[in-house]
């Protein structure tokens, strides 16, 4: 409970910040608002698949109608992104493909089809590019359809020292953000509350 109330109060919504604009907090308050139960918890804690290190059957069919199978999933903060990584962050209302800094260029070509960050101009996943490739776009599309009804979800990709980096940082619940206390602090916080009243 603590880290879902925790990531709550970091949504654009609910978070006193000057940089939050009142129409990204008026959209973040009204899509809550629209959402499910499991769908807000997206909302609140993202999903973050690692993508680099998946298992040889994550993006392959489960053999059950058009089901994939999802790689694994690491805990919403900064601490378990590596900087030679690739993520997939799915907080419901957006899918961010996040590349580390130091992610090799033979990753890159074989996800992007080009060696170096600086090649990028408008970076997308085609699942012809290659077998990892086709892997990630079938994760992707079957985040997608585990939405249901919901809005379809854009894919942006987060490079390195970039805005859409930034907003990605901004969605992992576990760090502190925005003058809110990061999941660790508030379990602490909690708990001398708790042993106060004793």
Request: net charge negative; glycine share 6%; proline share 6%.
């Amino acid at each position: 409970m603590p880290l879902y109330i925790g990531g709550l109060l970091k949504l654009p919504a609910f978070r006193p910040a000057a940089d939050v604009s009142i129409d990204e907090r008026y959209e973040c308050l009204m899509s809550l608002l629209g959402y499910s139960v499991a769908q807000s918890t997206y909302r609140v804690y993202p999903r973050v698949y690692s993508l680099h290190d998946m298992s040889s059957v994550s993006g392959t069919s489960t053999e059950i109608e058009d089901n994939i199978f999802l790689p694994g999933t690491v805990a919403a903060s900064a601490e378990q992104i590596s900087a030679s990584g690739i993520y997939l962050v799915d907080n419901t209302q957006v899918l961010r493909l996040y590349v580390g800094p130091a992610v090799s260029e033979e990753t890159l070509l074989e996800l992007f089809g080009t060696r170096g960050m600086d090649d990028f101009e408008n970076p997308i996943v085609s699942p012809e590019t290659s077998d990892l490739a086709c892997r990630v776009w079938c994760i992707i599309q079957q985040v997608r359809k585990d939405k249901g009804s919901r809005p379809f979800q854009s894919v942006r990709v987060a490079l390195p020292n970039t805005p859409e980096e930034a907003r990605l940082f901004a969605t992992l619940s576990e760090d502190r953000i925005g003058g809110e206390m990061s999941y660790v602090d508030l379990l602490c916080h909690i708990h001398r509350q708790v042993n106060g009243r004793k």
